[in-house]
C-alpha cells in the first residue's frame, strides 16, 4: 500500500500522525520478529499500541490490525468520519490546540488520500483526452502527457522522479 506523494516531510508526518491515532500499531523502531519480546513502551501502558512487543497482542490479531489500517486506505470514509468527529469533540471542550492539530491531521490524510485517487485513476485510465475551455487537448497514457519519442507509462506508485509530470496533469 502506498500513500503520498506529500509536498513535504511535514505534511507526511502529520498524515502518519493521523493514522497513528486511528490505530494502535506499533511506532518504535525495533526490529521485531513474531518471536520477539522486549519491554513495551509507554504508548501501550496508554492503550495507544497493542504492544505485540511483549506479548500482549498475537500476531494474528496485530496482523488483523494492519489488515484493518491497509483496508481503510482504500475505502477512507470511515476513518475520515472517525478524525472529524474526533476534532469536533476537542473543540467543543475548548481543547482549540488539539483540535487544530486534529484538524490539520485530517487535512493532511485527506489530501493525500484524494491524490491517491485521483493519480490512480489517471495511471489506470489507458488512453485520456484532457480539453481545456479553448478546446487545447493533453492526449494521456497511463499518466503520461503523450509526445513523439515521450516517456513509459507511469508506474503505480509513482516513481519520485516522475511525481512532478504526474502533479502538474493532475492540477
Request: hydrophobic share 40%; glycine share 8%; net charge neutral.
Amino acid at each position: 500500500t502506498f500513500l503520498g506523494p506529500f509536498g513535504s516531510s511535514s505534511a507526511a508526518n502529520l498524515a502518519k500522525e493521523a493514522l497513528e491515532e486511528s490505530f494502535a500499531i506499533r511506532r518504535c523502531t525495533k526490529p521485531m520478529r513474531a518471536a520477539t519480546r522486549f519491554a513495551p513502551c509507554a504508548l501501550a501502558d496508554m492503550r495507544r499500541c497493542q504492544a505485540p512487543c511483549d506479548g500482549r497482542t498475537d500476531p494474528e490479531r496485530y496482523g488483523e490490525l494492519i489488515r484493518g489500517l491497509v483496508s481503510s486506505l482504500s475505502s477512507p470514509d470511515g476513518l475520515l468520519e472517525a478524525l472529524e468527529e474526533r476534532m469536533s469533540r476537542l473543540a467543543a471542550s475548548d481543547r482549540f490546540e488539539e483540535a487544530a492539530l486534529a484538524r490539520d491531521r485530517l487535512r493532511a490524510l485527506g489530501d493525500a488520500l484524494s491524490r491517491a485517487r485521483l493519480d490512480a485513476w489517471m495511471v489506470g485510465s489507458g488512453q485520456l483526452v484532457l480539453r481545456d475551455a479553448s478546446d487545447h487537448r493533453l492526449n494521456l497514457s497511463g499518466g503520461t502527457l503523450l509526445q513523439a519519442n515521450g516517456p513509459d507509462p507511469i508506474p503505480t506508485p509513482c516513481p519520485r522522479e516522475r511525481a512532478d509530470e504526474l502533479s502538474a496533469v493532475r492540477e
